[in-house]
Protein backbone atom coordinates (compact mmCIF):
# COMPACT_ATOMS: atom_id res chain seq x y z
CA UNK A 1 0.00 0.00 0.00
CA UNK A 2 1.45 3.43 -0.53
CA UNK A 3 0.38 6.90 0.22
CA UNK A 4 -0.09 10.34 -1.17
CA UNK A 5 1.07 12.89 1.17
CA UNK A 6 -1.08 13.98 3.94
CA UNK A 7 -3.90 13.94 1.43
CA UNK A 8 -4.60 10.23 2.63
CA UNK A 9 -4.92 8.64 -0.44
CA UNK A 10 -4.18 4.94 -0.65
CA UNK A 11 -3.26 3.20 -3.66
CA UNK A 12 -2.01 -0.68 -5.13
CA UNK A 13 -2.62 -3.74 -6.72
CA UNK A 14 -4.77 -6.59 -7.18
CA UNK A 15 -5.07 -9.36 -9.46
CA UNK A 16 -7.20 -6.92 -12.09
CA UNK A 17 -4.58 -3.93 -12.28
CA UNK A 18 -4.20 -1.36 -9.46
CA UNK A 19 -6.58 0.33 -7.04
CA UNK A 20 -7.26 3.58 -5.51
CA UNK A 21 -8.87 4.53 -2.00
CA UNK A 22 -9.71 8.20 -1.08
CA UNK A 23 -11.88 9.43 1.89
CA UNK A 24 -15.18 10.00 2.08
CA UNK A 25 -16.03 13.43 2.89
CA UNK A 26 -19.90 14.55 3.78
CA UNK A 27 -21.21 17.71 2.56
CA UNK A 28 -22.44 19.73 -0.40
CA UNK A 29 -20.95 20.27 -3.08
CA UNK A 30 -19.96 23.92 -4.51
CA UNK A 31 -22.75 23.74 -7.09
CA UNK A 32 -25.73 22.04 -4.88
CA UNK A 33 -24.99 24.49 -2.33
CA UNK A 34 -25.18 27.44 -4.80
CA UNK A 35 -28.45 26.67 -6.33
CA UNK A 36 -30.72 29.41 -4.23
CA UNK A 37 -27.99 32.11 -6.36
CA UNK A 38 -29.29 30.69 -9.80
CA UNK A 39 -32.42 31.16 -9.32
CA UNK A 40 -34.58 33.52 -11.57
CA UNK A 41 -34.55 37.10 -10.20
CA UNK A 42 -31.64 36.15 -7.99
CA UNK A 43 -28.37 37.96 -7.30
CA UNK A 44 -25.06 36.26 -8.26
CA UNK A 45 -23.01 37.32 -5.22
CA UNK A 46 -22.98 34.39 -3.05
CA UNK A 47 -21.13 34.50 0.55
CA UNK A 48 -17.55 34.99 -0.37
CA UNK A 49 -16.93 32.79 2.97
CA UNK A 50 -17.85 29.56 1.08
CA UNK A 51 -15.29 31.18 -1.89
CA UNK A 52 -12.66 31.24 0.35
CA UNK A 53 -12.87 28.07 1.54
CA UNK A 54 -13.17 26.79 -1.84
CA UNK A 55 -9.73 28.34 -2.40
CA UNK A 56 -8.13 27.43 0.56
CA UNK A 57 -8.45 23.61 -0.02
CA UNK A 58 -6.87 24.51 -3.44
CA UNK A 59 -4.21 26.85 -1.61
CA UNK A 60 -3.36 23.62 1.14
CA UNK A 61 -2.40 21.48 -1.75
CA UNK A 62 -0.55 23.40 -3.89
CA UNK A 63 1.30 24.18 -1.24
CA UNK A 64 2.43 20.75 -1.13
CA UNK A 65 3.37 21.39 -4.35
CA UNK A 66 0.73 19.36 -5.68
CA UNK A 67 -1.66 19.96 -8.71
CA UNK A 68 -5.05 18.75 -8.75
CA UNK A 69 -5.69 18.42 -12.26
CA UNK A 70 -9.88 17.78 -12.31
CA UNK A 71 -10.67 20.67 -10.41
CA UNK A 72 -14.78 20.81 -10.23
CA UNK A 73 -17.83 22.36 -8.87
CA UNK A 74 -18.39 18.61 -7.57
CA UNK A 75 -14.85 17.81 -6.36
CA UNK A 76 -15.36 20.87 -3.97
CA UNK A 77 -17.34 19.19 -1.12
CA UNK A 78 -18.44 22.13 1.56
CA UNK A 79 -19.72 21.05 5.06
CA UNK A 80 -19.83 22.87 8.31
CA UNK A 81 -16.67 21.39 8.96
CA UNK A 82 -14.80 23.22 6.06
CA UNK A 83 -14.39 22.16 2.38
CA UNK A 84 -12.90 19.04 0.98
CA UNK A 85 -11.15 18.94 -2.36
CA UNK A 86 -11.88 15.52 -3.40
CA UNK A 87 -10.90 13.12 -6.22
CA UNK A 88 -7.10 13.26 -6.41
CA UNK A 89 -7.14 10.70 -9.38
CA UNK A 90 -5.10 12.95 -11.44
CA UNK A 91 -2.75 14.62 -9.53
CA UNK A 92 0.79 15.55 -10.35
CA UNK A 93 3.43 17.13 -8.67
CA UNK A 94 5.40 13.98 -6.35
CA UNK A 95 7.22 10.66 -7.57
CA UNK A 96 4.51 8.39 -8.65
CA UNK A 97 5.68 4.97 -8.82
CA UNK A 98 5.64 3.55 -13.13
CA UNK A 99 2.61 1.14 -12.50
CA UNK A 100 0.17 3.52 -11.00
CA UNK A 101 1.32 6.54 -13.16
CA UNK A 102 -0.41 7.67 -16.45
CA UNK A 103 -0.42 10.41 -19.72
CA UNK A 104 -2.75 13.40 -18.73
CA UNK A 105 -5.08 14.00 -21.03
CA UNK A 106 -6.94 16.43 -19.92
CA UNK A 107 -10.33 16.46 -17.10
CA UNK A 108 -14.05 17.94 -17.60
CA UNK A 109 -13.65 20.04 -20.42
CA UNK A 110 -16.01 22.62 -19.15
CA UNK A 111 -13.30 23.80 -16.32
CA UNK A 112 -10.05 23.00 -18.64
CA UNK A 113 -7.63 26.14 -19.18
CA UNK A 114 -6.84 27.34 -22.54
CA UNK A 115 -3.31 26.05 -22.03
CA UNK A 116 -4.17 22.64 -21.14
CA UNK A 117 -6.96 22.21 -24.09
CA UNK A 118 -4.86 23.38 -26.54
CA UNK A 119 -1.89 20.92 -25.35
CA UNK A 120 -4.59 18.02 -25.41
CA UNK A 121 -5.73 19.40 -29.56
CA UNK A 122 -2.15 19.43 -30.45
CA UNK A 123 -0.91 16.47 -28.61
CA UNK A 124 -3.22 14.43 -26.70
CA UNK A 125 -1.78 14.70 -23.63
CA UNK A 126 -1.41 18.09 -20.93
CA UNK A 127 0.10 18.55 -17.70
CA UNK A 128 -1.45 19.65 -14.56
CA UNK A 129 -0.35 22.98 -13.09
CA UNK A 130 -1.29 25.27 -10.48
CA UNK A 131 -2.30 27.57 -12.48
CA UNK A 132 -4.41 25.76 -14.51
CA UNK A 133 -6.18 25.04 -11.61
CA UNK A 134 -6.58 28.37 -10.44
CA UNK A 135 -8.94 28.52 -13.99
CA UNK A 136 -10.74 25.37 -13.35
CA UNK A 137 -11.35 27.01 -9.41
CA UNK A 138 -12.52 30.53 -11.05
CA UNK A 139 -14.60 28.36 -14.01
CA UNK A 140 -16.40 26.58 -11.09
CA UNK A 141 -17.11 29.57 -9.13
CA UNK A 142 -18.67 31.01 -12.30
CA UNK A 143 -20.86 28.24 -13.27
CA UNK A 144 -21.80 27.44 -9.72
CA UNK A 145 -23.18 31.03 -9.23
CA UNK A 146 -24.67 31.45 -12.27
CA UNK A 147 -25.39 28.24 -14.18
CA UNK A 148 -23.59 29.51 -17.04
CA UNK A 149 -20.10 27.58 -18.53
CA UNK A 150 -17.44 30.11 -18.52
CA UNK A 151 -17.34 29.41 -22.36
CA UNK A 152 -20.28 28.86 -25.01
CA UNK A 153 -20.57 25.98 -26.65
CA UNK A 154 -23.70 24.13 -27.60
CA UNK A 155 -24.99 21.45 -25.17
CA UNK A 156 -24.23 18.25 -27.56
CA UNK A 157 -20.48 19.63 -28.84
CA UNK A 158 -17.95 17.19 -28.71
CA UNK A 159 -15.05 16.89 -26.91
CA UNK A 160 -12.67 18.22 -29.57
CA UNK A 161 -15.42 21.28 -30.14
CA UNK A 162 -15.63 22.12 -26.88
CA UNK A 163 -11.70 22.42 -26.40
CA UNK A 164 -11.87 24.38 -29.30
CA UNK A 165 -14.01 27.02 -28.35
CA UNK A 166 -12.29 27.08 -24.91
CA UNK A 167 -9.07 27.80 -26.69
CA UNK A 168 -10.43 30.62 -29.47
CA UNK A 169 -12.36 31.91 -26.66
CA UNK A 170 -13.02 34.97 -24.98
CA UNK A 171 -15.06 33.54 -22.00
CA UNK A 172 -18.69 34.58 -21.17
CA UNK A 173 -18.77 38.25 -20.21
CA UNK A 174 -18.50 37.43 -16.00
CA UNK A 175 -22.02 38.62 -14.25
CA UNK A 176 -20.98 38.33 -11.15
CA UNK A 177 -21.35 41.19 -8.75
CA UNK A 178 -18.98 42.49 -6.14
CA UNK A 179 -15.39 40.63 -5.14
CA UNK A 180 -16.09 37.77 -6.45
CA UNK A 181 -16.70 39.01 -10.29
CA UNK A 182 -13.78 40.69 -10.37
CA UNK A 183 -11.95 37.95 -9.11
CA UNK A 184 -13.08 34.88 -11.25
CA UNK A 185 -12.06 38.04 -14.71
CA UNK A 186 -8.48 37.84 -13.29
CA UNK A 187 -8.65 34.07 -12.49
CA UNK A 188 -9.94 33.31 -16.22
CA UNK A 189 -7.30 35.39 -17.81
CA UNK A 190 -6.11 33.28 -20.70
CA UNK A 191 -2.52 33.89 -19.98
CA UNK A 192 -1.26 31.45 -16.77
CA UNK A 193 1.25 34.29 -16.08
CA UNK A 194 -1.39 37.00 -15.42
CA UNK A 195 -3.55 34.65 -12.65
CA UNK A 196 -3.04 34.80 -9.44
CA UNK A 197 -1.47 32.24 -7.75
CA UNK A 198 -4.46 30.67 -4.83
CA UNK A 199 -2.61 32.03 -2.08
CA UNK A 200 -3.24 35.45 -4.01
CA UNK A 201 -7.16 34.42 -4.54
CA UNK A 202 -7.10 33.61 -0.51
CA UNK A 203 -6.17 37.16 0.54
CA UNK A 204 -8.47 38.88 -2.07
CA UNK A 205 -11.15 37.02 -0.89
CA UNK A 206 -10.55 37.56 2.80
CA UNK A 207 -10.07 40.83 2.08
CA UNK A 208 -13.27 41.25 0.86
CA UNK A 209 -15.30 39.62 3.11
Same mark, same amino acid.
Given at each position: MQ???????????????????????RGNSLYDLWQPHRAKGAW?? %?? /????????? !?????? +? #? $???HGDIQPAHLIISHEGTALIDLALAQGG????AYDFSYRGCLVHYESPE???????????? %?? /????????? !??LF?? +? #? $??????????????DQRQAIVDGPHRPVNVHGVLGKLIEAMLSPD?????????????????R
Open positions: HLNRNHVSYGDWEHGTWNVQPWHPE %PD /LGEALSCAE !AVAALH +A #T $GWAAIPAISRSVLETGTAT %PT /LAADVYAVS !ASIS +A #T $GLRHVAYPDDAGRKPADRPNSAEVCKELSNG
